[in-house]
């Protein structure tokens, strides 16, 4: 037997993912985003470029391969430089540009509790937009949507403020200085981040290099005049508009495009990998990209695995979709086939979800499988149907039968 490649998923009941999209799509409609797609595969320069080398994403997990030009391509391991490459080559010029997309992204990296390595994201970006009032009202649409209109009650909102470029040299030399002093009480993978990618050292998930990095300068502390008015502006929006938030100081996020703002929502349901949802402010991506100008921007991704196990929990809370209620069409014999395939039709036509069984079986074998379909009625057609036009109409909740003329039966059901 043939078995799925580890760290992917069947998806055999796609109610609660069909439900969050929809959801999604409607409510950042609300908030004037149109939605895009990109491709699946990118030039792999474009995560070495934007990410940073010396992430783990880049370094360790992505899916590479060459095209026949021997450049190197690969699986995206995420989308927000993808969306930045499309606003450069398309030459967009209105901003902000105000976009969201979906779609899988692949990581090659250890599988745990909603963390595969082919996973699914809700991305959505604003380019072009330097207010942190932006900042604000993003966090605001994100905040109610979790809230509101996915009923989502145990998460928290966690955020830090990284400065400019030049606050975060000054900050990476006072951090450097307190970890010289603590080089024995921290793991070895921190002492090769202290040296390559310094803030990085804040992911580290050993708790004892946890309990050092409490200690240690928060960046915070550190910004120039404008950034620290931002920051100001920034955490008293959030109460002006009623959001929760924690003040997190080693929040850093993985990706070594963010400036100022960054963002996690946080569920303790999902375990140690709590966060569903992260973004922030990249202010010189477009440039780095090829851009010929920098685009203050901001961006996040919604992780939709993670949304679903927490809405597996509730979902008797929320409105999903009724599904229409199903007929199914059962010929007894050969000789009945061509016409129920016409009645089926006829229903169907006028989009009303029905079945036809075809394989040939007794009658009784027949209705055990419609039972087990969940259909509303069955619709009977043997040879004294056949002969008298009409069609045995049995009720699966009540065990009723009726006999209908043909010509009457989609206005019988639907009545």
């Known amino acids: ?17 069909n439900f969050l999209l929809a959801e999604a799509k409607n409510h950042f409609a609300l908030y004037n985003f149109i939605e895009i797609a990109t491709p699946i595969l990118e030039h792999t320069e474009l995560f070495k470029r934007s990410l940073g080398l ?3 994403v ?18 995206r391991p995420e989308v927000t430089a993808s969306c930045v490459r499309a606003f450069v080559n398309n030459g967009i010029q209105q901003t ?16 745990q509790k909603g963390r595969f390595r082919q996973f699914h994201q809700i991305d959505m970006e604003i380019i072009g937009s330097q207010s942190i009032y932006q900042d604000v009202h993003f966090l605001k649409m994100l905040d109610r949507f979790f ?45 090769i981040r ?6 990085r050292v804040f992911d580290c998930k050993s708790p004892d290099c946890q309990q050092v990095y409490k200690q240690a300068p928060r960046i915070a502390d ?18 002006h508009l009623s959001i929760s938030y924690s003040y997190t100081p080693t929040l850093v996020r993985g990706l070594d495009y963010y400036d100022k703002t960054v963002f996690e929502f946080v569920s303790s349901e999902l375990g140690a990998q709590n966060a569903f949802c992260g973004g922030g402010r990249y202010n010189s991506l477009v440039k780095e990209v090829g851009g010929k100008e920098d685009e203050a921007s901001l961006g996040t991704a919604i992780g939709i695995e993670r949304i679903l196990l927490l809405l597996e929990r509730i979902k008797d809370k929320l409105t999903l979709p009724m599904l229409k209620p199903l007929y199914v069409v059962l010929p007894l014999s050969a000789e009945q086939h061509p016409l129920a395939l016409l009645l089926a039709d006829e229903l ?3 989009e009303m979800c029905t079945d036809v069984l075809l394989d040939e079986a007794s009658l009784k074998s027949m209705m055990r499988k419609v039972n087990k379909m969940g259909a509303k009625y069955a619709l009977i057609v043997g040879p004294d149907e056949q002969k008298e036009q009409k069609v045995t109409v049995k009720n699966m909740m009540t065990g009723a039968e009726e006999k209908i003329a043909q010509r009457d039966l989609a206005q019988y059901l639907v009545r």
């Not at 880049?58 to 699986?75: P, R, W």
Request: aromatic share 10%.
């Open 348 to 350: 169907q036509a006028r």
């Open 54 to 56: 010396e992430t783990d």
């Open 222 to 239: 550190s910004l120039c005049p404008q950034c620290q008015l931002e920051w100001q502006q920034l955490r008293d929006n959030l109460e």
């Open 96 to 111: 902000p540009w105000k976009i969201f997309t979906w779609g899988p992204m692949f990581r090659h990296e250890r599988p």
């Open 194 to 199: 202290k040296e390559k990618n310094i803030m």
């Open 1 to 17: 037997m043939i078995t799925k490649v580890k760290g992917t998923q069947d998806f055999l009941d796609l109610t609660l993912f």
């Open 147 to 191: 809230a509101e209109t996915l009923k989502l009650d145990t998460y928290g909102l966690l955020i830090n403020f990284l400065g400019c470029r030049e606050d975060r040299a000054a900050y990476k030399k006072k951090l450097y200085a307190y970890l010289e002093k603590q080089a024995t009480a921290v793991c070895a993978t921190c002492i």
């Open 58 to 75: 880049v370094s360790k997990e992505m899916y590479t391969l060459a095209d026949d030009e021997e450049e190197s391509i690969c699986l």
